[in-house]
Each structure stands twice: as structure tokens, then as C-alpha cells.
């Protein structure tokens, strides 16, 4: 499997823009080989945008048409993440669309982060998991994947490979320098991690976007300005995978 991560500012309820960004990293990506494209958390309308509720969009309507026409044209995957407007209740989701236009999956965030996001959003209650170019794989977005017992449950239902939006802020910057490739290297899956860059309103995102590897290497990283990272996923060395699932004593 080849992945791609788009890391970039934000399109700040520009719906034009959104889409012509998205475009252009999809049809990079597929020109590149890339079996799929992992764009930032709530892409539309923007993570840090006033009045979310008043811009988000249901699933299945004209925004998830429009990129699932881009991802035929592009023949490429795109995982995207918007903020839904689910029967009145505003969740921050994501959608994955296959490379001729279908729904692969729907995600809802389930660890909310701070005041903010639980004053805005309803999480979620359920795990997304789909196949692509012969891997289980997943949703997580953003503060999900900090949480052991998320990653670890998707890793012993077969999950190789972790697709994470985000928007992640200084001072945090831990999080991609440490934290996701130990969550990889602990629990034997990729994780591609899509970043914000920039500033929006009063936060100053980390960038750092990063695609680690089942051993915890670090297969591609940005730095603070707008990149598209490729990477083709290692297979899985199993003289090389943690076993500290299995060595686990339960005292």
C-alpha cells in the first residue's frame, strides 16, 4: 500500500478552495501511486471556524457527491474530514470515498478534546473499518489515536493500518513527534497522520503530519508549511513487531 497526507491551512469555510485543494493533493497523490489521500481534520468548513454549526453539511449530500466525483477522476481514495450535521446534532466526522467514488466508511470522533469540542460536538460510539489494497484499516481522528486502548482494540480486530485526521496545535507537538509512532510501534500498525499547518484564528497548529510505520519508523514527516507526503507501508516484520500484548501480566 501507498498512502499520501496532505498537510496545509485552512481553507476557512471556502468551499471553492476546499475543493480545489482536495483536488489537487488527490490527483498528486494518484499520480504518484498513492492508494488513498488523508486530509486534515474538519476540512470543511475548518477546525477553528466560528459558527461550525452553521456550516456543516449531512452525510451523503452535495459536499460528499462532489468529492466523490473528485476521487473517480483522480482514481484515488480520499479520507475527509468535515463537520456533520447528523438529525441536528453536529458531529466532527470523517467519510472515506474509494478510488471509483464509493463509501468505504463513516467515522465519528469518539475523544472529544477540551471545552470546545464538547461544547460543539456529539461523539461518537462506534469504530470504522474497511478494506483497501489488501489491508483492514481504520478511522481515528486526532485526540483518538493518543488513547492506547483505541489503537490496541483496532489492532486485535485485524486493523494494520490507521488513516488520522487531525488538527493539532502547539503547544502539542509531542503528539507527532512521540507519540504516534510509539502508538505504532506498540501495537504493530501504520499510522497516517494529517496535520494542519498555519494559523487559524487563536491557534498555531504543529504541523509535523507524519506517516509512521508497524515498527514505529517514521516513514515521512513534514515540517511547518503545506506538503503532501508519500509513502509505501513496510510489510510487517513479526521478528521486529511489539509483543506487548501478548507479555502483558494483569496485576
Not at 195 to 215: F, K, R, W
Not at 227 to 242: E, F, K, Q
Request: charged share 15%.
Amino acid at each position: 500500500m501507498r498512502l499520501a497526507v496532505w498537510q496545509g491551512a485552512s481553507p476557512a469555510c471556502d468551499l471553492d478552495l476546499t475543493l480545489r485543494q482536495t483536488e489537487r493533493a488527490l490527483r498528486a497523490a494518484a499520480a504518484l501511486g498513492a492508494d488513498a489521500l488523508v486530509m486534515p481534520e474538519i476540512w470543511w468548513p475548518g477546525y477553528n471556524q466560528p459558527d461550525i454549526a452553521r456550516h456543516a453539511r449531512a452525510q451523503g449530500g452535495a459536499l460528499h457527491q462532489a468529492l466523490s466525483d473528485l476521487c473517480t477522476r483522480a482514481s484515488c481514495a480520499l479520507v475527509f474530514g468535515y463537520a456533520e450535521d447528523a438529525a441536528g446534532q453536529i458531529c466532527n466526522s470523517a467519510f472515506v470515498i474509494g478510488a471509483q467514488g464509493q463509501d468505504l466508511a463513516h467515522y465519528r470522533k469518539i475523544q472529544l478534546f477540551g471545552p470546545r469540542e464538547a461544547a460543539l460536538y456529539a461523539p461518537g460510539d462506534a469504530y470504522a473499518m474497511f478494506d483497501l489494497a489488501g489491508a483492514r484499516v481504520a478511522v481515528l481522528i486526532c485526540y483518538d489515536v493518543e488513547f492506547a486502548p483505541h489503537v490496541a482494540a483496532l489492532s486485535a480486530a485485524g486493523v494494520t493500518v490507521i488513516l488520522a485526521p487531525t488538527a493539532n496545535m502547539v503547544p502539542f507537538d509531542h503528539v507527532t513527534r512521540h507519540t504516534v509512532p510509539a502508538m505504532a510501534a506498540n501495537h504493530g500498525v501504520t499510522i497516517a497522520y494529517a496535520n494542519y499547518c498555519g494559523t487559524e484564528g487563536d491557534l498555531v497548529y504543529a504541523g509535523g503530519s507524519l506517516i509512521a510505520g508497524p515498527h514505529g519508523e517514521v516513514l515521512a514527516q513534514a515540517g511547518q508549511h503545506p506538503a503532501l507526503l508519500i509513502a509505501d507501508i513496510p510489510d510487517r516484520d513479526s521478528a521486529r513487531l511489539s509483543t506487548q500484548t501478548r507479555d502483558l501480566r494483569k496485576i
